[in-house]
C-alpha cells in the first residue's frame, strides 16, 4: 500500500550573504524561509525504502528581487530525494560535501560531486535526484550582482580556494567590507571545470531500448553488433543515430553513463572494485583506464574522503 506524507520543505534556509546590493552598509538577516520554498511529498511502498519528492517554483530570470548578493544552504538528505522541475530566479550553483547527485535540464544529466559542481543560470528549468546519504550545497547568487558564467549549465571546478571562500561567506560575524571582499573573490575564481560529467540522453524511439536498459544496468555487456540483432537494423543506423543525437558513438555514450554512475557510487564509498564490476569492467585497471578516457579524471577524484 502507497502513503502520501506532505511536508515542509524549504530550498534556501540560511544566509550566506545578505543585504540590498545596492545599499551594502545597511544587511539585514533574511528569514530561515525566505523565496525559495515548495511542498514536498514523499510516497512510501516500504517504510525502509522511501523516496521524497519535492515541488518547488518555476521563476524567470530576475522574477524576485532578492535581498542578498550570495544566499546559501545546505542539506543532507536521508532517503533518495528528488525535485521536480523547476527554476530559480537567481543564478545557483550547486555542489555536494559528500556524496554525488545530479542535475537534468532537457537530455542533459551533469553529475555534481564534492569537487564538481554545476552552475546553473537563473530561469533554466531544471530536475535534479540527490540519492540517500548525499550533503548537497547550494548558493544562490543575485543576478544584478553576479554575471552569468554562462547562458547554459557548466560544470564548475571546486577547488579548495572556492570552498573557503563559500565557507567564510557562511561567518555570521563577517564584515561588511570583507564580505564584500570575499564575494569579489568568489565571483572571480569560478570557472569551469574540465572534468564535465555530462551524459546526453537520446530521444529516438530506436535507442529507447538501449537507454532504459544500460541506465538500468551499466554493466550490461551487449554490444552493438548485439544490439542491432535484437532491433533488426545495422550497426550503422544506431551509430547514425547516437551520433546525431549526442555526438557519441555507441560505445561512447556506454563509456559515459557508466563513469556517471561510478562517480555516484565512489563518492558514497563503495569500494573501487566494487564499482569497476557494477559499471561493467572486469578489473579496476581497465575501469581506470575506460574512465580516465572518458573524463579526463582519475576514479580516486571522486572517492569519498
Known amino acids: 500500500m502507497v502513503h502520501t506524507q506532505f511536508l515542509n520543505v524549504c530550498e534556501v534556509t540560511s544566509a550566506i550573504s545578505v543585504g540590498d546590493p545596492r545599499d551594502r552598509g545597511n544587511r539585514q538577516p533574511i528569514p530561515a524561509t525566505y523565496a525559495f520554498c515548495g511542498a514536498a511529498t514523499r510516497t512510501e511502498e516500504n517504510p525502509l525504502e522511501t523516496v521524497d519528492s519535492r515541488t ?69 528549468l531544471h530536475s535534479a535526484i540527490a540519492p540517500a546519504g548525499t550533503w548537497y550545497r547550494a548558493a544562490q547568487l543575485d543576478i544584478a550582482s553576479v554575471p552569468s558564467l ?3 549549465p557548466v560544470a564548475i571546478e571546486v577547488t579548495p580556494l572556492l570552498r573557503n571562500l563559500l565557507e567564510r561567506l557562511a561567518d555570521d560575524s563577517l564584515g561588511t567590507s570583507s564580505r564584500s571582499l570575499t564575494e569579489q573573490m568568489v565571483i572571480d575564481v569560478l570557472a569551469p ?14 535507442l529507447q531500448p538501449i537507454v532504459d536498459a544500460i541506465g538500468d544496468d551499466p554493466s550490461d555487456m551487449r554490444t552493438l553488433s548485439d544490439w542491432a540483432r535484437l532491433l533488426g537494423v545495422s550497426p550503422r543506423t544506431i551509430t547514425r543515430v547516437f551520433r546525431s543525437e549526442t555526438g557519441m558513438s555507441f560505445g561512447q555514450w556506454v563509456s559515459a553513463v557508466r563513469a556517471q554512475r561510478a562517480v555516484t557510487l565512489l563518492a558514497h564509498g563503495l569500494d573501487l572494485q566494487e564499482v569497476a564490476e557494477r559499471v561493467g569492467y572486469h578489473s579496476t585497471s581497465a575501469f581506470g583506464a575506460a574512465f580516465r578516457r572518458t573524463t579526463g579524471a582519475t576514479p580516486g577524484m571522486f572517492r569519498a574522503s
Do not use: C, K, Q
Not at 87 to 113: C, D, K, M, Q
Open 56 to 124: 518547488l517554483p518555476v521563476y524567470s530570470a530576475g522574477a524576485v528581487e532578492v535581498p542578498f548578493v550570495i544566499a546559501g544552504m545546505d542539506e543532507l538528505v536521508s532517503r533518495e530525494t528528488r525535485w521536480d522541475a523547476h527554476s530559480h530566479p537567481t543564478h545557483e550553483l550547486l555542489w555536494n560535501e559528500r556524496g554525488a547527485s545530479s542535475a537534468t535540464v532537457g537530455s542533459r544529466t551533469w553529475t555534481i560531486t564534492p569537487t564538481v559542481g554545476l552552475w546553473m543560470p537563473a530561469g533554466v
Open 150 to 152: 554562462s547562458d547554459v
Open 193 to 206: 571545470s574540465p572534468n564535465e560529467l555530462l551524459v546526453l540522453v537520446p530521444d529516438s524511439p530506436l
